[in-house]
């Protein structure tokens, strides 16, 4: 558990670092369907920056990110629940049992933490408009509101089924390419990330559109028969700037992650800081 505790201290310092990074991405991937006038659209890093500071101050940049750590709690526990189970009953050294493995992780935990990553959208994407009022502020506030609009499940639970997917993609993405590339490049695990996302960034791009949706585009959304006719419909306003807004933003932070984590000895960092709070719990 030490090591899951760790990991979840220096993820969510390294991710608190990059967050408006992500809150930028997270605004490209949904502002053309959010009720925003062509003035408070955002083209690039530079018009958030700005807009942001000036709106809301410079404590506009991390908004969501306390959230965002809330949802890492369960993400890092239903790992440690779960991971060793899944992976004795389905790992192999095969793709196909490898891409399962992952595949099955990567939903069970999205069933525990799905929720905190909605509220989490909602917050990073309302963006500060002059003279009105904003509708998801604090945690609580905001699933309250989420469910008064659509339903515990519909609301919170928003995208999932297309998130199973994209986990699904993803992990299997992973897995071959990190095969592929293996004994060609030292980077093979940092490339396979990275080329896996680029593939699923379009399908997690329609994700966070639903998880913004208004309740009368869910009512419209539900009428679709299958997932296929879903996915069409929300991609009808489908071009390239579209389907990867956002996505340098992602790699710059992937790979800043990536750095800092190598570069940082959090492990270190984290017996230090222990070893102080037990020198200060003995006084």
């Not at 590339?181 to 559109?209: F, K």
Request: hydrophobic share 40%; proline share 2%; net charge positive.
């Amino acid at each position: 558990m030490e090591e899951y505790l760790q990991g979840f201290v220096s993820t969510s310092i390294v991710k608190t670092l990059l967050a408006p990074l992500e809150r930028y991405k997270l605004i490209r991937q949904t502002q053309d369907i959010l009720t925003l006038s062509s003035k408070e659209k955002m083209t690039n890093f530079y018009q958030f920056l700005k807009k942001t500071i000036s709106n809301e101050g410079p404590k506009g940049l991390f908004r969501s990110n306390l959230t965002a750590i809330y949802m890492w709690i369960p993400q890092v526990y239903a790992q440690y629940v779960f991971y060793q189970n899944i992976k004795q009953v389905t790992y192999d050294k095969d793709i196909l049992s490898m891409g399962l493995s992952a595949t099955l992780c990567g939903i069970t935990t999205s069933i525990f933490s799905y929720p905190f990553d909605t509220i989490r959208v909602r917050q990073a994407t309302e963006i500060q408009i002059p003279g009105q009022k904003r509708m998801y502020v604090g945690f609580e506030e905001t699933r309250f509101n989420i469910k008064i609009e659509s339903g515990f499940f519909k609301g919170l639970y928003s995208g999932f089924t297309i998130g199973c997917v994209q986990t699904l993609l993803f992990a299997y993405g992973i897995v071959g390419l990190n095969s592929l590339l293996d004994g060609i490049t030292p980077y093979n695990q940092q490339l396979a990330y990275l080329g896996s996302y680029a593939l699923i960034y379009p399908i997690d791009s329609v994700r966070r559109r639903l998880q913004v949706k208004s309740i009368l585009f869910q009512q419209e959304a539900s009428k679709k028969q299958n997932l296929w006719e879903k996915l069409k419909f929300n991609m009808k306003e489908w071009n390239f700037s579209w389907g990867y807004g956002g996505f340098l933003a992602h790699n710059v932070r992937g790979i800043a992650m990536l750095l800092i984590l190598e570069q940082v000895n959090f492990e270190q960092l984290y017996q230090e800081t222990q070893n102080q709070l037990n020198q200060a719990l003995k006084y």
